[in-house]
């Protein structure tokens, strides 16, 4: 398992001459240096927690200089939910500026800038054509099935209510639910885990920096696609909308590529993106597209990909991501259209259709009434996060194996049903049947003839149905009580339901019960005055729904567009964005949002915004890692071997000499820096037997080429199969054409805000530390920064250092 650290981890066996972790008085790690041999080389290599480095002990360290004062973190202790994730690697935003990448871009020209920057826009066009067609895929597999479903349990209900033999019907919806669920619980357990979810935090990371291996293959998309199918038709409190996200951020790092891996077949077309920083910009606009064919709501995807997923943003990205929106949403609306009847007509904008809300009076009285019910939904929000992260814990403690996953969603799956017969049955809530009615399949239960149960017509649809039914049904329609235990009984099984082993979304789940209680809102305003246009309860019902999404998600400028373009009304821009604002500010108060509580609990070393606060006195030399495995210009392919053999760092950096200052415990530093070479190059090198005979290097032109790197890009050669012989092991390994000659340093005393922004801002994977003398001290990575905590709680700060750890889980 590579990854960019050497960790220890919890209860793990360590390797020989490891330096071994004792725990003193106070639960901090001390590191005894007598454990760390130096290599026949006379060079630290060691394996330590951050990117080649074990942090010195306290009494080894240098002073600090008169007048800095800096925080202290707390450590805590390596407990699986306070631990970040050694499974994990960065990806390499920063763009390699090595001889080797000189001499190719050297000879581009204006023409080819201008073709590559076209075929860009043609890329993005197809990603865009095909998440849209994907989507149409799964709303009509949907829409199909449940008709057949619904009408089949239909027909059995209205015969056994006059026979008295309903458990029939009962074990058939059971048998039938049931087995979509189980389907798709066995894709994600047995075929795909990382299809789990939304797949939304996964992408969040992956913008973030983080590579999250297997979550853009082939497979996954199929396994999400599939299963997000059966996780609706099983009846299950989820949603199709949220994966879509993920669904487009895999077909964009699929396409852009021309090739796939999965399938072992290279197209031989697109070679130039084929670098994480290329691919990076494609998967931002797949997820843009993916949220436009949803909601047909290309605006609010661009808006979403640049608050909740993209973390490095630029204004020519801008365009190419609303172009790739807009193609997403209008290929949907053309081929729905046309499946629908309608050829040729625009009449379906996205998966999500909330219809088209009348011009209803808006009154600045009924802000305050808004703003309350962003406290109601924040609260709602807070409450509903607290409780899926216990149940979160509760899944990562006790139910780890497969079989038990699939019991699982089995288990949620009958008493979601259930509880929906169980209401049906005892809810007697008649209405007439009017030609308004767009009802699908009104059940009459118990009803007189001529009427139909209101509780089932929530039920025997799907989520998104019942949705449209909450904005749009007159106001006498619904039962408030009927809507009262609608909701408590939703949101209870939306949150069950949310973090199982199965391909799930959390907007229609939030959207739906938000909109329940918005409803009831509704309905008492509009009988306390006594049917006020005003007091319309749909409209209500829309700010609920709203209220309860932006609590749950904490999204609110992407969240209140993607809500005035879907429902076509502007009016009530205003109200949402307040709602939203409230919830947010409200939910924050207690926890974090649904997505970064999960990041949390996975241990993904994702980086925020910005770094912890009151941090300026805290230096670069009090967080970096050391001893540092260096390599020189020139190496000894043994010595490289042995070092990614002994290792599992991602980078090295090159020196010029080995340089000494003191006693193995007291080296302050590792040689004269030279550049940073990466241990994929390195596996490149050795696969493509680039060696030289002399230890003075080969003067020749390059025999590796970066069309090479880029072919085996991104799963590049393992060890197994590699085979040397005594005299390969005992050439030389030139270093020079293919390191990056000016990797970003920082020296020992620049502040933790300065250098957190700095790898932030850049997009980097590794940063160096460097003396006043340009010679290597430390080395600063992703799990170096992230390690440090600022929890703002209450008008106090808690600083706290994060433990590393091997977990690392599904979201």
Known sequence: MDTE???????????????????????????????????????????????????????????????????????LPPEMLTTLSSQFESLDYEPWESRVFKEEYSKKTPSSLTKQGVTRWIVVFFIGVCTALIACAIDICVVEITKLKYGFLKKYIDKCVTENCLYIPYLQWLGISCG????????????????AGSGIPLVKCYLNGINVHRLHRLKTLFVKAAGVTCSVLGGLAVGKEGPMVHSGAAVAAGLSQ??????????????????DQEKRDFVTGGAAAGVAAAFGAPVGGVLFS?????????????????????????????????????IGQLAYDGLLNFGKFPDIPFTLLELPIFIGMG??????????????????????RFIFSRWAKVLEVIVVCCVTVTAGFVMIYCVNDCKPLGAKDDIDFPIQMFCEDGQFNAVAAMWFQTPEASVRALFHDQPGTHNPLSVGLFFITYVFLACWTYGLSISSGIFIPALLSGAAWGRLVGLGLYRLTEGAAWADPGKYALI????????????????????????GNLSLGLGLMLTLLTAKLVGDCFNAGIYDM????????????????????????????????????????????????????QGFPVIFEDRFAGPQGKQTSFGMLRGLILRSQLKILLKE??????????????????????????????????????????????????????????????????????FRALGLRHLIVTDDNNEVVGMITRKTLARYRARICCGTIDFVELPLGGHGVQL
């Open 5 to 75: 650290t050497e960790t220890l981890m919890n209860g793990q066996r360590l390797k020989p001459n490891q330096g071994l972790p004792s725990n003193s008085a106070d639960g901090a790690i001390i590191y005894d240096s007598s454990h760390f041999q130096l290599r026949s080389r006379d060079r630290h290599v060691s394996y330590g927690s951050i990117n080649g480095a074990v942090p010195l002990p306290e009494n080894n360290r240098e002073p600090e200089m008169p007048g800095r004062q800096s925080v202290t973190f707390r450590r």
């Open 180 to 195: 979509f669920a189980l389907i798709a619980s066995l894709l994600v357990t047995y075929g795909e885990p990382v299809a």
């Open 258 to 275: 021309g090739k796939t891996t999965s399938l072992g077949f290279d197209f031989g077309i697109l070679k130039e993106f084929r670098c």
């Open 306 to 342: 640049l608050e909740e997923g993209s973390s490095f943003w630029n204004q020519n990205m801008t365009w190419r991501i609303f172009f790739c929106s807009m193609v997403s949403a209008f290929t949907l609306n053309v081929v729905l259209s046309a499946y629908h009847g309608q």
């Open 375 to 396: 406290i109601i939904g924040g609260l709602i929000g807070a409450l509903f996060n607290q409780m899926n992260y216990h149940i979160s814990v509760f899944r990562r």
């Open 544 to 567: 609920g729904a709203a209220s309860q999404l932006g609590g749950i998600a904490r999204v609110t400028l992407s969240l209140a567009v993607i809500l005035i373009e879907t429902t």
């Open 598 to 649: 999960n990041v949390q609990l996975a241990g993904l070393p994702m980086l925020p915004w910005s770094s912890p606060p009151l941090c300026h006195g805290t230096q670069a030399r009090d967080i970096m890692s050391k001893p540092v495995v260096v390599l020189k210009e020139v190496e000894r392919v043994s010595t490289i071997l042995s070092v990614l053999e002994e290792t599992r760092h």
């Open 689 to 758: 037997k680039a060696f030289c005979s002399s230890p003075t290097g080969s003067a020749s032109q390059p025999p590796v080429s970066l069309e090479t790197f880029r072919m085996y890009y991104p799963r590049y050669p393992t060890f197994q199969g590699m085979h040397f012989t005594e005299e390969e092991r005992s050439s030389y390994l030139d270093l020079r054409p293919y390191l990056n000659p000016t990797p970003y340093t920082v020296p020992l005393h620049a502040s933790l805000p300065r250098t957190f922004q700095l």
